[in-house]
């Protein structure tokens, strides 16, 4: 069992390179779990809708909310992201041998969100990659200790670190 993170600078960077390390790994035949995060622009908003595509074929699941136009407040729907939850659980249940999680943020560093998705993938033996960003990454060193390995921000390196499996 492994954990992994990576982080990106730029907003919206990490989700497509997420999704590409998922669909590399399938078609490496892995047996995957977890969400990857799809962004939709919305119009007339500087906000992008979020969905999570569950691992490995799906449901999409709406994880964020509309606040309008000019609204500053977090738009992650608490609902929404423990549907997806509830979903990569079951997925998990069914096998793997890759957990991913698009980003270990708020809920989780709060100990909701993926928290437990994530200790039960580490205690059937499957390996941990996350998203995480510069606030989030001390409270997923404390959750995980000192096992968290850190991995750039691109497809090679992280699928290197996926099929080089023990």
Not at 1 to 19: I, S, V, Y
Not at 23 to 51: F, H, K, W, Y
Not at 59 to 84: F, K, M, N, W, Y
Not at 93 to 104: E, T
Request: with cysteine.
């Amino acid at each position: 069992m492994r954990l992994a993170c990576t982080m990106t600078e730029g907003r919206g960077e990490l989700d497509p390179l997420l999704h590409a390390v998922a669909r590399a790994a399938m078609a490496d035949g892995l047996r995957l779990a977890g969400i990857v995060q799809i962004n939709s622009e919305r119009p007339g908003d500087t906000r992008c809708d979020m969905d999570a595509l569950v691992l490995p074929d799906g449901p999409v699941i709406r994880i964020s909310q509309s606040l309008g136009p000019g609204a500053r407040g977090c738009q992650l729907d608490a609902a929404g992201l423990e549907t997806a939850v509830a979903a990569a659980e079951t997925a998990l249940a069914g096998g793997a041998d890759l957990l991913i999680v698009n980003k270990f943020g708020k809920q989780e560093a709060a100990g909701r969100g993926f928290r437990n998705v994530i200790a039960r993938a580490l205690e059937l033996d499957a390996d941990v990659l996350v998203g995480v960003n510069r606030t989030n990454l001390p409270a997923l060193e404390a959750y995980a200790g000192t096992d968290v390995t850190r991995l750039p921000p691109a497809v090679a390196p992280l699928l290197a670190w996926v099929r080089e499996r023990p």
